[in-house]
Protein backbone atom coordinates (compact mmCIF):
# COMPACT_ATOMS: atom_id res chain seq x y z
CA UNK A 1 0.00 0.00 0.00
CA UNK A 2 1.59 3.35 -0.80
CA UNK A 3 1.47 5.96 1.81
CA UNK A 4 1.13 9.84 0.98
CA UNK A 5 3.56 11.14 2.89
CA UNK A 6 2.12 14.97 3.07
CA UNK A 7 2.52 16.01 6.74
CA UNK A 8 2.10 19.49 8.74
CA UNK A 9 4.96 21.37 9.49
CA UNK A 10 4.32 23.32 13.27
CA UNK A 11 3.60 26.58 11.40
CA UNK A 12 0.83 24.20 10.10
CA UNK A 13 1.64 24.65 6.44
CA UNK A 14 1.50 21.60 4.02
CA UNK A 15 4.73 20.40 3.18
CA UNK A 16 4.77 17.87 -0.07
CA UNK A 17 7.59 15.65 -0.33
CA UNK A 18 8.58 15.15 -4.03
CA UNK A 19 7.35 12.00 -5.34
CA UNK A 20 11.15 10.91 -5.61
CA UNK A 21 11.35 10.59 -1.74
CA UNK A 22 7.74 9.03 -1.59
CA UNK A 23 6.36 6.71 -4.41
CA UNK A 24 6.46 3.27 -3.23
CA UNK A 25 8.91 3.25 -0.35
CA UNK A 26 7.79 1.12 2.77
CA UNK A 27 9.48 3.64 5.18
CA UNK A 28 9.49 7.51 4.75
CA UNK A 29 13.81 7.30 5.58
CA UNK A 30 16.87 7.04 3.32
CA UNK A 31 19.52 4.56 4.38
CA UNK A 32 22.45 6.77 5.00
CA UNK A 33 25.84 6.60 2.66
CA UNK A 34 28.16 4.71 5.28
CA UNK A 35 32.04 4.97 3.85
CA UNK A 36 33.94 2.07 3.30
CA UNK A 37 30.75 0.35 4.13
CA UNK A 38 27.96 0.65 1.90
CA UNK A 39 28.43 -0.54 -1.52
CA UNK A 40 25.93 -1.97 -3.85
CA UNK A 41 24.77 -5.63 -2.53
CA UNK A 42 23.46 -3.58 0.27
CA UNK A 43 22.32 -0.33 -1.41
CA UNK A 44 20.58 -3.27 -3.87
CA UNK A 45 18.61 -4.99 -0.91
CA UNK A 46 17.48 -1.68 0.86
CA UNK A 47 16.13 -0.48 -2.91
CA UNK A 48 14.12 -3.87 -3.32
CA UNK A 49 13.15 -3.91 0.60
CA UNK A 50 11.53 -0.09 0.11
CA UNK A 51 13.53 1.95 1.41
CA UNK A 52 16.18 4.83 -0.65
CA UNK A 53 19.45 3.04 -0.67
CA UNK A 54 22.66 5.04 -0.74
CA UNK A 55 26.60 4.93 -0.85
CA UNK A 56 29.32 7.53 -1.06
CA UNK A 57 30.99 7.44 -4.26
CA UNK A 58 34.40 7.73 -2.91
CA UNK A 59 33.55 4.02 -1.61
CA UNK A 60 33.62 2.67 -5.00
CA UNK A 61 37.96 2.17 -5.71
CA UNK A 62 39.27 3.00 -7.88
CA UNK A 63 37.82 5.85 -9.54
CA UNK A 64 37.03 3.71 -12.09
CA UNK A 65 35.12 1.24 -10.70
CA UNK A 66 32.32 3.61 -9.87
CA UNK A 67 30.88 3.38 -13.41
CA UNK A 68 30.53 -0.78 -12.32
CA UNK A 69 29.11 -0.06 -8.96
CA UNK A 70 26.20 2.57 -10.64
CA UNK A 71 25.96 0.38 -13.90
CA UNK A 72 25.23 -2.75 -11.63
CA UNK A 73 23.11 -0.75 -9.20
CA UNK A 74 21.10 0.09 -12.11
CA UNK A 75 20.90 -2.57 -14.11
CA UNK A 76 19.71 -4.82 -11.36
CA UNK A 77 17.17 -2.37 -10.31
CA UNK A 78 15.49 -1.98 -13.28
CA UNK A 79 15.58 -5.91 -13.96
CA UNK A 80 13.91 -6.36 -10.69
CA UNK A 81 11.29 -3.43 -11.26
CA UNK A 82 10.54 -5.56 -14.40
CA UNK A 83 9.96 -8.39 -12.58
CA UNK A 84 8.08 -6.41 -10.12
CA UNK A 85 5.81 -3.73 -11.53
CA UNK A 86 3.20 -3.91 -8.49
CA UNK A 87 6.04 -3.40 -6.28
CA UNK A 88 8.99 -1.76 -7.62
CA UNK A 89 12.20 -1.17 -5.31
CA UNK A 90 12.62 2.45 -4.26
CA UNK A 91 15.59 4.56 -5.84
CA UNK A 92 19.05 5.02 -4.69
CA UNK A 93 21.38 7.94 -4.00
CA UNK A 94 25.30 8.76 -4.39
CA UNK A 95 26.89 10.94 -1.66
CA UNK A 96 29.60 13.38 -2.79
CA UNK A 97 32.38 15.04 -0.44
CA UNK A 98 32.68 18.22 -1.75
CA UNK A 99 35.77 19.26 -0.12
CA UNK A 100 38.50 20.21 -1.71
CA UNK A 101 40.95 17.37 -1.21
CA UNK A 102 38.35 15.49 -2.78
CA UNK A 103 40.37 14.74 -6.39
CA UNK A 104 37.60 12.45 -7.74
CA UNK A 105 34.72 15.16 -7.24
CA UNK A 106 34.55 15.91 -11.59
CA UNK A 107 34.94 12.54 -12.49
CA UNK A 108 32.63 11.25 -10.15
CA UNK A 109 29.64 13.81 -10.68
CA UNK A 110 30.27 13.12 -14.26
CA UNK A 111 29.21 9.12 -13.81
CA UNK A 112 26.07 10.34 -11.81
CA UNK A 113 25.01 11.95 -15.07
CA UNK A 114 26.09 9.61 -17.02
CA UNK A 115 23.63 7.23 -14.93
CA UNK A 116 20.99 9.86 -14.51
CA UNK A 117 21.75 9.45 -10.48
CA UNK A 118 17.84 10.11 -8.65
CA UNK A 119 19.37 11.56 -5.77
CA UNK A 120 22.63 13.02 -4.80
CA UNK A 121 23.70 13.64 -1.72
CA UNK A 122 26.32 16.40 -0.59
CA UNK A 123 28.26 16.79 2.18
CA UNK A 124 31.33 19.11 3.57
CA UNK A 125 30.85 21.95 0.75
CA UNK A 126 27.96 23.27 -1.57
CA UNK A 127 28.75 24.31 -5.21
CA UNK A 128 26.20 25.45 -7.37
CA UNK A 129 27.24 23.54 -10.32
CA UNK A 130 27.23 19.91 -9.00
CA UNK A 131 23.83 21.24 -8.69
CA UNK A 132 23.30 22.25 -12.10
CA UNK A 133 24.70 18.49 -13.45
CA UNK A 134 22.25 16.94 -11.67
CA UNK A 135 19.16 18.95 -12.46
CA UNK A 136 19.98 18.99 -16.19
CA UNK A 137 19.32 15.15 -15.99
CA UNK A 138 16.30 15.37 -13.79
CA UNK A 139 17.90 14.69 -10.45
CA UNK A 140 17.72 16.17 -7.21
CA UNK A 141 19.92 16.90 -4.63
CA UNK A 142 19.82 16.68 -1.06
CA UNK A 143 22.64 18.81 1.16
CA UNK A 144 23.86 17.90 4.79
CA UNK A 145 23.84 20.23 6.99
CA UNK A 146 24.59 20.74 11.03
CA UNK A 147 23.63 24.08 11.51
CA UNK A 148 21.10 26.68 10.46
CA UNK A 149 23.51 28.98 8.72
CA UNK A 150 25.00 26.33 6.52
CA UNK A 151 21.55 25.33 5.79
CA UNK A 152 20.83 29.14 4.00
CA UNK A 153 24.30 28.50 2.18
CA UNK A 154 23.28 25.22 0.67
CA UNK A 155 19.43 26.38 -0.43
CA UNK A 156 21.24 29.83 -1.92
CA UNK A 157 23.93 27.01 -3.69
CA UNK A 158 20.98 25.69 -5.22
CA UNK A 159 20.04 22.36 -3.27
CA UNK A 160 16.56 20.95 -3.37
CA UNK A 161 16.60 19.63 0.25
CA UNK A 162 18.39 19.17 3.48
CA UNK A 163 20.20 16.59 5.59
CA UNK A 164 19.93 17.97 8.66
CA UNK A 165 22.78 16.33 11.27
CA UNK A 166 21.76 16.52 14.44
CA UNK A 167 23.57 15.41 17.52
CA UNK A 168 24.01 11.83 18.12
CA UNK A 169 24.14 11.05 14.14
CA UNK A 170 27.00 8.28 13.49
CA UNK A 171 30.28 9.69 11.89
CA UNK A 172 30.74 13.26 11.29
CA UNK A 173 27.83 14.85 13.32
CA UNK A 174 26.67 18.03 14.08
CA UNK A 175 25.91 19.07 18.45
CA UNK A 176 22.38 20.68 17.69
CA UNK A 177 19.48 19.10 19.62
CA UNK A 178 17.31 17.84 16.71
CA UNK A 179 14.48 19.14 17.98
CA UNK A 180 16.36 22.72 18.03
CA UNK A 181 17.65 22.20 14.68
CA UNK A 182 14.22 21.06 13.19
CA UNK A 183 12.83 24.02 14.25
CA UNK A 184 14.63 26.55 13.42
CA UNK A 185 15.13 25.36 9.46
CA UNK A 186 11.10 25.25 9.44
CA UNK A 187 11.38 28.98 10.15
CA UNK A 188 12.03 29.61 6.76
CA UNK A 189 12.39 26.25 4.61
CA UNK A 190 9.52 24.34 3.58
CA UNK A 191 11.37 22.04 1.13
CA UNK A 192 12.47 18.18 1.84
CA UNK A 193 13.78 17.90 5.09
CA UNK A 194 15.67 14.81 6.53
CA UNK A 195 16.74 14.14 10.17
CA UNK A 196 19.88 12.64 10.93
CA UNK A 197 20.85 11.72 14.20
CA UNK A 198 20.20 8.33 16.26
CA UNK A 199 17.42 6.78 14.46
CA UNK A 200 17.46 3.29 14.45
CA UNK A 201 13.93 2.70 14.99
CA UNK A 202 10.36 3.25 12.99
CA UNK A 203 9.23 5.23 15.85
CA UNK A 204 12.38 7.53 15.75
CA UNK A 205 11.20 7.74 12.10
CA UNK A 206 7.58 9.38 13.43
CA UNK A 207 9.09 11.33 15.78
CA UNK A 208 11.32 12.85 13.48
CA UNK A 209 7.77 13.64 11.55
CA UNK A 210 6.61 14.97 14.45
CA UNK A 211 9.14 18.04 15.05
CA UNK A 212 9.07 19.15 11.11
CA UNK A 213 10.99 16.92 9.44
CA UNK A 214 9.82 14.80 5.91
CA UNK A 215 12.07 11.93 6.57
CA UNK A 216 14.20 9.69 8.88
CA UNK A 217 18.01 9.19 7.72
CA UNK A 218 19.01 5.87 9.03
CA UNK A 219 22.58 5.22 9.23
CA UNK A 220 24.83 3.15 11.85
CA UNK A 221 22.20 0.01 12.47
CA UNK A 222 22.33 -0.79 8.94
CA UNK A 223 26.40 -1.75 9.73
CA UNK A 224 24.50 -4.62 11.68
CA UNK A 225 23.15 -6.29 8.46
CA UNK A 226 24.41 -9.11 6.45
CA UNK A 227 25.07 -6.96 3.33
CA UNK A 228 26.88 -4.49 4.57
CA UNK A 229 30.70 -4.26 4.21
CA UNK A 230 32.07 -4.02 7.67
CA UNK A 231 34.00 -6.78 9.64
CA UNK A 232 32.16 -9.12 11.66
CA UNK A 233 34.23 -7.66 14.31
CA UNK A 234 32.38 -4.54 13.76
CA UNK A 235 28.87 -5.24 13.71
CA UNK A 236 28.98 -7.36 16.35
CA UNK A 237 30.71 -4.29 17.90
CA UNK A 238 27.09 -2.37 17.02
CA UNK A 239 25.21 -5.02 17.99
CA UNK A 240 26.69 -5.46 21.69
CA UNK A 241 26.67 -1.32 22.18
CA UNK A 242 24.70 1.42 23.54
CA UNK A 243 24.77 5.15 23.22
CA UNK A 244 27.31 5.29 26.40
CA UNK A 245 29.81 3.69 23.71
CA UNK A 246 30.23 6.64 21.75
CA UNK A 247 32.76 9.15 21.42
CA UNK A 248 32.66 12.68 19.88
CA UNK A 249 36.25 13.46 18.48
CA UNK A 250 37.93 15.21 15.64
CA UNK A 251 41.27 13.49 15.72
CA UNK A 252 40.72 11.02 13.01
CA UNK A 253 39.48 13.36 10.36
CA UNK A 254 39.64 16.72 11.30
CA UNK A 255 36.16 17.05 11.48
CA UNK A 256 34.55 15.87 14.43
CA UNK A 257 32.19 12.87 15.00
CA UNK A 258 30.89 9.94 16.58
CA UNK A 259 32.89 6.74 16.88
CA UNK A 260 32.64 3.40 18.84
CA UNK A 261 34.22 3.50 22.07
CA UNK A 262 35.75 0.15 21.68
CA UNK A 263 37.40 0.46 18.47
CA UNK A 264 39.32 3.30 19.55
CA UNK A 265 40.77 1.47 22.86
CA UNK A 266 41.67 -1.54 20.28
CA UNK A 267 43.63 1.04 18.23
CA UNK A 268 45.94 1.43 21.64
CA UNK A 269 44.33 4.97 22.36
CA UNK A 270 42.42 5.96 25.80
CA UNK A 271 38.80 7.46 24.45
CA UNK A 272 38.94 9.81 27.38
CA UNK A 273 42.19 11.56 26.74
CA UNK A 274 41.97 11.56 22.64
CA UNK A 275 44.22 15.01 21.53
CA UNK A 276 42.12 17.36 19.31
CA UNK A 277 42.76 17.10 15.67
CA UNK A 278 44.02 20.39 13.61
CA UNK A 279 41.06 21.16 11.00
CA UNK A 280 42.88 22.72 8.55
CA UNK A 281 44.43 19.65 7.78
CA UNK A 282 41.28 17.84 7.38
CA UNK A 283 41.14 15.48 4.15
CA UNK A 284 38.43 13.78 2.45
CA UNK A 285 40.86 12.45 0.00
CA UNK A 286 41.87 9.35 -1.85
CA UNK A 287 43.55 7.90 1.65
CA UNK A 288 40.72 9.11 3.66
CA UNK A 289 39.55 5.37 4.07
CA UNK A 290 42.74 5.02 6.52
CA UNK A 291 41.00 6.99 9.28
CA UNK A 292 37.82 4.43 9.47
CA UNK A 293 39.71 1.51 8.63
CA UNK A 294 40.44 0.83 12.20
CA UNK A 295 38.46 3.70 14.32
CA UNK A 296 34.71 2.88 13.43
CA UNK A 297 31.76 5.17 13.38
CA UNK A 298 28.32 4.89 14.91
CA UNK A 299 25.46 6.66 15.89
CA UNK A 300 24.31 6.99 19.68
CA UNK A 301 21.15 5.17 18.14
CA UNK A 302 23.17 1.68 18.69
CA UNK A 303 21.01 0.29 21.50
CA UNK A 304 17.95 -0.63 19.19
CA UNK A 305 20.23 -2.94 17.48
CA UNK A 306 20.37 -6.07 19.13
CA UNK A 307 21.59 -9.00 16.24
CA UNK A 308 23.00 -8.77 13.04
CA UNK A 309 19.80 -9.77 10.52
CA UNK A 310 19.37 -9.46 6.86
CA UNK A 311 18.59 -6.13 5.38
CA UNK A 312 15.26 -6.71 4.39
CA UNK A 313 14.02 -8.22 8.18
CA UNK A 314 15.74 -4.73 9.26
CA UNK A 315 13.66 -2.68 6.98
CA UNK A 316 10.30 -4.86 7.56
CA UNK A 317 10.99 -4.31 11.12
CA UNK A 318 11.45 -0.31 10.84
CA UNK A 319 8.61 -0.76 8.76
CA UNK A 320 6.13 -2.13 11.39
CA UNK A 321 7.28 -0.14 14.21
CA UNK A 322 6.73 2.62 12.22
CA UNK A 323 3.40 1.90 11.63
CA UNK A 324 2.50 0.63 15.45
CA UNK A 325 3.62 4.13 16.82
CA UNK A 326 1.39 5.68 14.48
CA UNK A 327 -1.65 3.41 15.54
CA UNK A 328 -0.55 4.36 19.48
CA UNK A 329 -0.83 8.54 18.48
CA UNK A 330 -3.95 8.19 16.66
CA UNK A 331 -5.48 6.35 19.63
CA UNK A 332 -4.51 9.07 22.03
Not at 85 to 109: C, G, T, Y
Not at 222 to 231: D, G, H, K, L, P
Not at 251 to 260: E, P, S
Request: glycine share 8%; proline share 5%.
Amino acid sequence: MEINWVILSSAGSLMAVPSILKDGLALPAIASPLFIISHPPLVIEQCKAGIIGSFPALNARPASQLDDWLAEITETLDAYNKANPEKPAAPFAVNQIVHKSNDRLEHDVEMCVKYKVPIVITSLGARPELNDAIHSYGGITLHDIINNRFAHKAIEKGADGLVAVAAGAGGHAGTLSPMALIQEIREWFDGPLLLSGAIATGDAVLAAQAMGADMGYIGSAFIATNEARAVDSYKEMIASSSADDIIYSNLFTGVHGNYLKGSIEAAGMDPGDLPVSDPSKMSFGSDTSKAWKDIWGSGQGVGAVKEVVPTAELVARLAREYQAAKARIAAL
